[in-house]
């Protein structure tokens, strides 16, 4: 069974650092999509960012990238020049291949921002 | 577009009674899922829908829960004779199956059910 593995509960940035947030995972396909979702408080769950696992090129969404190292299995997001409304708990998720199956997260991350 | 609505928003209820959560995806969206995520942790997955039809439901949907999508359009969650364990967040997210190999999940508000 695939299985995703954040090892940071929370971390804390200052307002305009950078944050780098860890996350690994295990699988034995070749083809899936890893994502980062954003849940801030009592608000519902949105999408960060995404990687194709077949695409060598790490994604890229305006202050936010991930690193991803496919053969670490390692997919960590960085956020450059923090905000405040970036607080929130961020879950990396797993999915494999093609065909919309569902997603398998991990513990999360919670993030805050200190001004 | 008005997005992934879920009702109620919160529920309290007392060990033993039944429960039933609904959710209205996204108006095209073909695909809906159902997870519980429980305090600290992130969302499990219970089981998805495309159309009417249920197609895969993890270990965790123990025969006291049960979920329907009548007509392929909204879904429903009961949970039968509930448990103090049952105490968590219920969210639902819908997506569209098409022919391209990614559609993102939108996940709605979420229930949070509580039991005493």
């Known amino acids: 069974a695939q299985t995703v593995t954040q090892s940071q509960p929370e971390m804390s940035v200052q307002e305009a650092e950078t944050v780098t947030l860890s996350c690994t995972y295990d699988t034995s396909e070749s083809d899936y999509y890893l994502f980062w979702y954003k849940q801030p408080p009592s608000r519902q769950m949105i999408l960060v960012i995404r990687?194709?696992?077949?695409?060598?090129q790490n994604a890229t969404e305006n202050r936010f990238s991930v690193n991803f190292q496919k053969a670490a299995k390692s997919f960590s997001l960085k956020i450059s020049d923090s905000q405040l409304g970036d607080a929130a708990m961020y879950f990396c998720a797993y999915r494999r291949g093609s065909g919309n199956t569902p997603l398998v997260f991990g513990k999360g991350t919670r993030l805050s921002v200190i001004a | 577009d008005t997005g992934v609505s879920q009702n109620p928003r919160h529920k309290i209820t007392k060990r033993g009674q039944n429960v039933t959560f609904r959710c209205d995806p996204i108006s095209e969206h073909n695909r809906l899922y159902w997870y519980r995520q429980t305090l600290g942790q992130g969302p499990e997955f219970l089981t998805y829908f495309q159309n009417e039809a249920q197609l895969e439901k993890s270990r965790l949907l123990s025969d006291r829960f049960s979920a329907e999508r009548p007509k392929g359009s909204f879904s429903t969650l009961e949970i039968q004779r509930t448990e103090q364990g049952d105490s968590a967040m219920y969210l639902c997210a819908s997506s569209f199956a098409g022919t391209r190999s990614y559609n993102e999940q939108f996940f709605g508000p979420g229930t949070r059910l509580t039991v005493l």
């Open positions: 990687q194709e696992a077949y695409k060598q």
